[in-house]
């Protein structure tokens, strides 16, 4: 039999999508499943984007070009100016979502053996696209103790080698809902300016900051403007994760045609979901700050009733739509499956993903769970309930006296 790649074998699995074989067969036996387990928001899409796609009257359906249509790219450039992101629409390649933008940055940034330097816990998915780049993370733990804070600056100094080539943020941060300051981000700065790396930052919960202070960019660093790759996607804030549509934005021109070959290679991003982003850009002031106010007041409630169960800890997320809490249990990836394949409490049950998936150390979160509130408050409640019954008789559980 042929050997499969050794890049394929490498590539670790979802923490959020593989338990979905066990979150099956939980359903096939007539349970409801509570899914806290990945950021589908279940918000209606804005009016706007369906009517386009239920006005178009196109007899073809051609492709696109390979960095998007114009005119959306003109009112993407023009939504950053509304967060003083000053850029142009020549700086915007549109991308088949932020996966993709995050791939493409990763290959035309990054050679094999090139390493990145990420606080972690991490969006699992960009450990997989630096290792189809045939690159290195090298990760720097936050903790939950800290409220998972970024790490001092030291410790990413610490990591440069020869080899580095950019750090990569996600800001405000999946999975734990952290929020960086203004000064994290000076000290970032401050690195990224002084060794000459690449500022790899994902952007795309921009929209739901919830301290007051101000929403930073990594576009609003003075002196690195050639190092930001900025990496969006309208998935989240327009819940339309299925229309596949996400940018690239940088002002590095020789990164942007690199970019561009890739984007060529791949043909165009989707048409459609063109067509219904752009349309849903014109939603209202009103659609937006009710999303807003509807995530804020589920986080509240998620936090609050996760606090009150016995030997559970959530610190407060301040922003994105996710927390990381830790759990009174031996092993997080043991629990998760157990709630899918032995546990059930009046007819449900709930899907958590593990978070030792976030880490790329072993061993690292294996109390921790990522949990998204992207569920109904009446959904949230009752999957409070069944976590908390749960974690009552779980087997594995850790006596409350021994993580005091």
């Not at 589908?40 to 073809?60: F, N, W």
């Not at 080698?161 to 809902?177: E, Y």
């Not at 067509?275 to 804020?296: F, G, K, P, Q, T």
Request: proline content about 7%; aromatic content about 10%; some cysteine.
């Amino acid at each position: 039999m042929p050997q499969i790649s050794r890049r394929g074998e490498s590539m670790p699995q979802s923490p959020i999508r593989k338990l979905v074989p066990l979150a099956d067969q939980a359903k096939a036996r007539g349970l409801k499943v509570y899914h806290l387990n990945i950021g589908q928001p279940d918000i209606p899409t804005p009016h706007e984007g369906l009517e386009a796609l239920h006005r178009l009257h196109r007899t073809v359906l051609e492709y696109s070009p390979s960095d998007g249509i114009r005119s959306l790219k003109d009112k993407l450039a023009a939504y950053y100016r509304r967060f003083a992101i000053d850029v142009s629409a020549d700086d915007i390649i549109v991308t088949t979502g932020g996966s993709e933008a995050v791939n493409f940055a990763f290959m035309s940034c990054l050679d094999p053996g090139d390493e990145i330097i990420v606080p972690e816990p991490a969006y699992a998915n960009y450990t997989a696209f630096a290792i189809a780049a045939g690159a290195v993370v090298r990760p720097v733990v936050s903790t939950i103790d800290e409220g998972f804070a970024l790490p001092p600056i030291e410790r990413f100094e610490q990591l440069i080698t020869p080899r580095t080539k950019g750090i990569l943020i996600c800001n405000p941060n999946n999975p734990t809902g952290y929020l960086y300051s203004r000064a994290e981000m000076n000290r970032l700065r401050d690195l990224v300016k002084q060794y000459d790396l690449f500022l790899f930052s994902d952007e795309v919960y921009r929209e739901f900051c919830y301290t007051g202070a101000p929403y930073v960019s990594a576009f609003h660093l003075e002196s690195i403007e050639n190092n930001v790759i900025l990496i969006d996607s309208v998935s989240k804030r327009y819940s339309e994760c299925g229309i596949r549509i996400g940018a690239l934005v940088t002002k590095n021109e020789e990164v942007r045609q690199n970019v561009m070959k890739f984007c060529q290679a791949r043909l165009s991003p989707p048409l459609l979901g063109q067509i219904v982003a752009e349309a849903s850009m014109d939603a209202s002031d009103e659609y937006m700050r009710s999303v807003y106010n509807e995530y804020l007041e589920r986080r509240n409630y998620l936090i609050n009733g996760l606090n009150r169960i016995p030997g559970v800890y959530s610190p407060v997320p301040m922003g994105a739509f996710y927390t990381v809490a830790s759990l009174p249990v031996d092993d997080a990836d043991r629990f998760c499956a157990w709630l899918l394949s032995d546990f059930e409490y009046e007819g449900a049950t709930v899907m958590l993903a593990p978070a030792s998936g976030f880490y790329t150390l072993p061993d690292v979160g294996r109390n921790e769970v990522r949990m998204a509130y992207v569920l109904e408050k009446h959904e949230l409640k009752h999957a409070l309930e069944v976590l908390e019954q749960a974690l009552r008789v779980y087997p594995g559980r850790v006596k409350q006296e021994s993580i005091d």
